[in-house]
């Protein structure tokens, strides 16, 4: 077989017309700048695609988080759970404001925060009143437990609804669950401003403090006068024009993206893997980033150090180092699972609770196939899906025919 003559993205933008048409308009009548008609439209398209009341436009999905972070009122010392196998961004927000992240073990039905385990956390750390909550991949996570479990500790939530713009739990949009919600337009997430990212909410309140943090915290008077810290975070009126025009084709996209989980799924079949589940009776993901887990017994010797990876190839098994680099070769482009926060140095000295209770005593330790818990599975969920797990090519615009040949290359791997 011969490499793709065009590199098969992971998840690339796809514009349809109207972005550019947005863009112009606001370069026309010189609304080059945070305030104009496409940042107030594509706020209001934010609201009525989510169902939420009030959404505030930002540079990114990480300054939303922050946003969301200052809401909640954490201050320096203040212990915040958050979701461990995840993007950095779902946890560094709370750092900026000097909270001290405790990572919640991921389970393997959504590949989200483990209730159990937050359970488990809530009894090491009772004084905690925030958790921070990713739907990765596009999945929902279990939100309705960890809504309980968080209301039975008077804890408050926060939303990372970055990966999962479009997908519903019980018919719900996700970034309404929350008590503050934050959704992403990075470059490569299911539509885009190329940037981007908003605050979403129902208190009128929240919106408003957002809104004055965001334009550097400017009271109302005849002068710059400043009684709270400001932020340069709001979205530019440009990067909206592309918010605005991409929000038509979010159901499109999400079509498009189930189809390839889909295909992937059927073209697997008989592989010793996995596809990255979801409770089919509950949520309907919107499939950003479709995902596979090799089984345990089909996996060739793989060894990860900090920075460089090395595998030993075997007939009949493989591992996602192989995977990534023969996809590599073949001009594809696929992506390891996001590495768990408590293993990468800088929060190696956080808290990280499984479902067994705090996870630093226990997996701190070397044991040849790795720890397991007291049900037989491995104790480090994450590590495991980690070391076990990759994303797949998903790129909307990837043909059938291209997307048969990266599984006839997975196939050829086993
Ligand atoms: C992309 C992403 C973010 C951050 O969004 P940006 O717009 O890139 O700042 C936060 N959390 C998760 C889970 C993400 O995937």
């Not at 300054?63 to 009122?73: D, P």
């Not at 981007?196 to 909410?201: C, I, N, S």
């Not at 408003?208 to 965001?214: E, L, T, Y």
């Not at 592989?271 to 479709?290: A, G, T, V």
Request: hydrophobic content about 35%; glycine content about 8%.
């Amino acid at each position: 077989m011969k490499p793709f003559k065009e590199k098969i993205w992971l998840a690339s933008p796809t514009m349809h017309g109207p972005e550019i048409e947005y863009i112009k308009d606001a370069y026309a009548t010189n609304w080059m700048s945070t305030l104009g008609e496409n940042i107030e439209e594509s706020e209001r398209l934010a609201c009525e695609k989510v169902g939420c009341k009030y959404a505030v436009a930002l540079s990114a999905g990480t300054a939303a988080l922050h946003m969301c972070v200052k809401l909640a009122g954490v201050k320096p010392g203040d212990k915040v759970f958050c979701s461990d196998m995840t993007f950095s961004a779902t946890v560094n927000p709370v750092v900026y404001e000097g909270g001290v992240p405790v990572f919640i073990d991921a389970e393997y039905d959504t590949w989200n925060m483990d209730p159990v385990a937050l359970e488990k956390a809530f009894e090491l750390y009772p004084e905690v009143k925030l958790v921070v909550v990713a739907h990765l991949y596009g999945t929902p996570c279990k939100i309705e437990r960890i809504r309980a479990i968080c209301d039975k500790y008077g804890a408050k939530i926060i939303e990372d609804a970055a990966e999962s713009l479009g997908a519903l739990y019980k018919g719900v949009q996700t970034g309404n669950f929350g008590d503050y919600n934050a959704i992403s337009f990075n470059g490569n997430k299911i539509i885009t401003g190329s940037a981007g990212g908003m605050f979403l909410t129902n208190s009128l309140d929240d919106a408003n403090k957002v809104r004055k943090w965001s334009t550097q915290a400017r009271e109302n008077a005849p002068w710059y006068q400043h009684e709270e810290m400001g932020y340069n975070y709001r979205m530019s009126n440009v990067i909206a024009g592309v918010v605005r025009g991409q929000f038509p084709y979010l159901d499109e996209h999400i079509a498009q993206k189930r189809a390839i989980y889909e295909r992937y799924k059927s073209g697997f079949n008989g592989l010793p893997i996995k596809m990255n589940p979801y409770d089919e009776k509950n949520s309907e993901p919107n499939f950003w980033l479709s995902c596979m887990l090799i089984d345990e017994d089909a996996m060739c010797k793989q060894v990860r150090g900090e920075r460089e990876a090395s595998y030993v190839s075997e007939h009949g098994k493989t591992c996602p180092t192989e995977i990534l680099e023969t996809l590599a070769k073949y001009n594809a482009e696929g992506r390891p699972i996001w590495k768990p926060m408590h293993v990468q140095p800088m929060y190696r000295m956080n808290g990280f609770v499984t479902r067994e209770g705090d996870g630093r005593t226990k997996t701190n330790v070397y044991v040849e196939g790795g720890i397991k818990g007291a049900d037989g599975k491995p104790l480090d969920v994450g590590m495991d899906i980690f070391n076990r797990g990759l994303c797949l090519p998903s790129d909307n615009k990837m043909t059938s025919e291209q997307q048969d040949k990266i599984i006839e290359i997975i196939r050829g791997l086993f």
